[in-house]
């Protein structure tokens, strides 16, 4: 399932035109995974905005918390882009809102849903150990 929070009124930045690749870490990347971001062949099908760093490690079978279905309405797949954070556009202000909801915030953190990289530079994203997901922690 894929769709888009109609509350959001700022338009989603374009897909990648270039091939790239993202080198997740942390505990759900099994340590360290490389994946590679192909536009003819964006794993469209999982949730997120096409082209997102979400739809890329779902893709590849990276499980990131998304409680909302990647409309933006959560903090759970919040990421830190500790390279390449350039090739991806500003946050939006809804991003900004529900980024302030996740703990261990950083200047770097995003919101994997949200962020599309234009896939000028290869990006390094650690995805932080601990998320607020309160329906999980509630069982
Ligand atoms: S999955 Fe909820 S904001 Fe990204």
Partial sequence: M???????????AEPPKKSYSIRF???????????????EHLPSKHEGEPGSILQ???GAG??????????CACSTCHVIVEEGLDTCPPASDAEEDMLDLAPDLTPR?????????NGE????????GWKRNLVRENH
């Fill in 2 to 12: 894929s769709g888009r929070n109609p509350y959001i009124d700022t338009p989603a």
């Fill in 25 to 39: 870490t942390g505990e759900e990347a099994g340590g360290e995974m490389t994946v590679k971001v192909d536009p």
């Fill in 56 to 58: 890329a490690a779902l």
């Fill in 62 to 71: 990276i499980e990131i918390d998304h409680a909302c279905g990647g409309v």
């Fill in 109 to 117: 953190s995003r919101l994997a849903c949200q962020t599309i990289p």
């Fill in 121 to 128: 530079k290869n990006l390094v994203v650690r995805i932080p």
